[in-house]
């Protein structure tokens, strides 16, 4: 590697010696102006230098600790732009063989648990595509296995869930539950009577109700495995889409006191109040949890075939999806975004749903200049070139999951051929700023490889380079926090993971096996697998 002149804080010259010198690793440090380099030394919580072995090895004195990384790829701490964490309280948890159980499987799965569980308690499961589209997944099918126990069915995907009738009646739903805003409760034909299916924001009031149940210590227990299973991926920061309660969400993480940093984005209800918009960013200077934007769910997705399209579904003739939000409520929010200085977040797929909402966009250009802003949307998967070229024009900025690029199939059968949705590569060269988070397993390697192989649509995979340099630079740019953290440049937060391989140069296949042996955040080790000498 050549050698390179260490990088100084704000062009200054360097004025204290380092507590932390890594040595002798591939550093890959995120930088434009310098994507390589072979040492970081830390002072407190930020870096000092970064540079080349010779340049800054001789920076140490008595105090500094020296690691020998020899060889071994640093990288910025990842910063999963898009999670879901609202925990349940205690339950009986279904376990399946595999992400998509069959309805029958499932059936089993619940008589089975009714048989074990204490009559009352509540059984939770997270089934997939399948049962969300099983005619026979009503709560009378459950009622039949589990007539003396509380059960909910929330899809992997959380587009789409099934509750038993004692579940409805815990949660306050009623028989003929009427659809609230942006929401659908599926009905027995020609009745007004649900039939335990919910989509859209009908889910929200009995996942709030539920989550409410949970007491503090399993919040934050909950937090803190979390916590612990980002850290020992090299996760530094993760940017949480939290369901209502969100207030006592807040407050309990919080007193966690939480190894990694922990944005908390209100995800609230259309039919209820926002009550975390009042909540301080920070809780105090010590506190790694900031509360800042808002998401709004515009639309479903391909697989329960509610993503709103402009033409219909190949598989579902006369139907093409269904928007959750019209454009005058898209509108509203964008306004409400400026008025209360919110960063703005929007969950929308299908092309007819981007399509009006850039529209909603522009037609508050005149009074609003976008460019800055950063609103965000979430997915994107529908941004189709001439949607792509007016999201650019507006500062918008995606953020894209990558394992959503795992449903081939899935989108032949909804979409046909040849695939033209969850676009990545072409969105990066049209100059649109980009992130990835996972919407779902934390690991983010198995996201980077999906993200460079692209099971669905090839041409739009990205380098490894890319893939880090939007889990990190990309994502912190998502949040207004670039200047902070993101990449490996002096004066940025040591926030810093050493990879337990190459993810640069193993087998395509390789990358989800790949571990964090070292995880640092603000210059703290937050874990440490004792495979490296200092």
Same mark, same amino acid.
């Given at each position: 590697?050549?050698?390179?002149?260490?990088?100084?804080?704000?062009?200054?010259?360097?004025?204290?010696?380092?507590?932390?010198?890594?040595?002798?690793?591939?550093?890959?440090?995120?930088?434009?102006?310098?994507?390589?380099?072979?040492?970081?030394?830390?002072?407190?919580?930020?870096?000092?230098?970064?540079?080349?072995?010779?340049?800054?090895?001789?920076?140490?004195?008595?105090?500094?600790?020296?690691?020998?990384?020899?060889?071994?790829?640093?990288?910025?701490?990842?910063?999963?732009a898009h999670f879901h964490h609202t925990p349940d309280p205690s339950a009986t948890m279904l376990s399946f063989s595999s992400m998509e159980p069959s309805w029958d499987d499932v059936m089993d799965k619940v008589a089975a648990a009714a048989r074990e569980a204490p009559n009352g308690t509540w059984i939770l499961g997270t089934p997939g595509v399948k049962v969300v589209n099983d005619p026979r997944a009503t709560r009378f099918e459950l009622d039949r296995v589990a007539p003396e126990h509380p059960v909910r069915l929330k899809a992997y995907f959380g587009h789409g869930s099934v509750y038993n009738t004692r579940a409805l009646a815990a949660l306050q739903i009623s028989e003929e539950e009427p659809d609230p805003l942006g929401g659908c409760c599926e009905r027995i034909e020609g009745s007004k009577r649900i039939t335990g299916k919910l989509f859209g924001y009908a889910q929200w009031p009995p996942w709030s109700r539920l989550a409410r149940a949970a007491s503090e210590a399993e919040m934050i227990d909950s937090?803190?495995?979390?916590?612990?299973?980002?850290?020992?991926?090299?996760?530094?920061?993760?940017?949480?889409?939290?369901?209502?309660?969100?207030?006592?969400?807040?407050?309990?993480?919080?007193?966690?006191? !939480? *190894?990694? %940093?922990?944005?908390?984005?209100?995800?609230?209800?259309? =039919? /209820?109040?926002?009550?975390?918009? @009042? !909540? *301080?960013? %920070?809780?105090?200077?010590?506190?790694?949890?900031?509360? =800042? /934007?808002?998401?709004?769910?515009? @639309?479903?997705?391909?697989?329960?075939?509610r993503a709103a399209l402009r033409t219909e579904y190949k598989d579902r003739k006369g139907w093409a999806g269904e928007l959750y939000l019209p454009e005058k409520q898209m509108r509203a929010m964008l306004r409400?975004?400026?008025?209360?200085?919110?960063?703005?977040?929007?969950?929308?797929?299908?092309?007819?749903?981007?399509?009006?909402?850039?529209?909603?966009?522009?037609?508050?250009?005149?009074?609003?200049?976008?460019?800055?802003?950063?609103?965000?949307?979430?997915?994107?998967?529908?941004?189709?070139?001439?949607l792509a070229t007016r999201a650019r024009d507006l500062g918008v900025t995606v953020v894209q999951n990558p394992s959503h690029f795992a449903f081939r199939d899935i989108f032949i059968e909804r979409y046909g051929e040849p695939i033209r949705c969850t676009p990545a590569r072409s969105l990066i060269e049209s100059g649109i700023s980009f992130a990835l988070g996972s919407d779902g397993p934390l690991n983010p390697y198995l996201h980077i490889m999906f993200a460079v192989t692209h099971p669905a649509r090839p041409s739009e995979a990205l380098t490894v380079e890319q893939a880090v340099e939007a889990y990190t630079r990309g994502s912190a740019y998502a949040e207004f926090e670039e200047t902070h953290k993101g990449s490996i440049v002096a004066g940025s937060l040591a926030d810093l993971a050493v990879l337990s391989q190459d993810i640069f140069t193993v087998p395509v296949g390789a990358p989800p096996a790949t571990e964090s042996i070292l995880t640092f955040v603000g210059g703290e080790i937050v874990h440490d697998a004792g495979r490296t000498t200092s």
């Open positions: 590697m050549a050698s390179q002149e260490p990088s100084q804080a704000g062009g200054q010259s360097l004025r204290s010696s380092p507590d932390i010198v890594l040595l002798n690793g591939k550093v890959f440090t995120a930088d434009p102006a310098r994507k390589y380099a072979e040492v970081v030394a830390i002072a407190g919580e930020r870096i000092l230098a970064v540079g080349a072995s010779s340049d800054i090895a001789a920076m140490s004195e008595a105090h500094t600790r020296r690691f020998d990384l020899r060889g071994r790829v640093v990288i910025p701490g990842i910063n999963d937090a803190r495995q979390l916590a612990a299973q980002a850290v020992h991926f090299g996760v530094t920061s993760i940017q949480n889409m939290t369901l209502p309660p969100i207030r006592r969400y807040a407050e309990a993480v919080d007193r966690a006191r !939480l *190894p990694i %940093r922990l944005r908390v984005i209100r995800f609230p209800s259309t =039919s /209820g109040p926002d009550e975390g918009r @009042d !909540l *301080p960013r %920070r809780s105090d200077r010590n506190s790694r949890v900031t509360v =800042s /934007g808002i998401k709004w769910l515009l @639309d479903g997705t391909p697989l329960e075939r409400e975004s400026v008025e209360n200085g919110d960063p703005l977040l929007v969950h929308a797929v299908g092309d007819r749903t981007v399509e009006l909402f850039l529209d909603a966009m522009e037609s508050e250009a005149a009074r609003i200049n976008w460019n800055g802003r950063r609103v965000r949307i979430e997915h994107g998967d529908g941004l189709q070139p001439d």
